[in-house]
Nanobody, 125 residues
């Protein structure tokens, strides 16, 4: 079992940057593909980015490609989401998630096994 704790959210002006962190418990972090998702009020939880177990493969939603970067350090049991050039439409609660089943990371939220509690990101115009 994996417990995930996100941090790093906050209020930032459009064009600014934030770095989200997701710390995982347990000694098997490297067995999980990791994903970041976000959910705005009244909307579905949307895929943002994924990273493979060893970090060699990443995938991004078109809306964040070129602005966001996902990375991980298995020795530190941590995955990050660096968010640059933020836009008001990036405002949402951001969640990290762990998938222990698939080798190729999935973009489907319902295929992830474990979730963090979320961290709020608010981008003002």
């Amino acid at each position: 079992q994996v417990q995930l704790v996100e941090s790093g959210g906050g209020l930032v002006q459009a064009g600014g940057s934030l770095r989200l962190s997701c710390a995982a418990s347990g000694r098997t972090f490297s067995r999980y593909a990791m994903g970041w998702f976000r959910q705005a009020p009244g909307k579905d939880r949307d895929f943002v980015a994924t990273i493979s177990r060893k970090g060699g493969s990443t995938h991004y939603a078109d809306s964040v490609k070129g602005r966001f970067t996902i990375s991980r350090d298995n020795a530190k049991n941590t995955v990050w989401l660096q968010m640059n050039s933020l836009k008001p439409e990036d405002t949402a609660v951001y969640y990290c998630a762990a998938d222990g089943t698939r080798v190729v990371p999935t973009t489907r939220a319902d295929e992830y096994d474990y979730w963090g509690q979320g961290t709020q990101v608010t981008v003002s115009s």
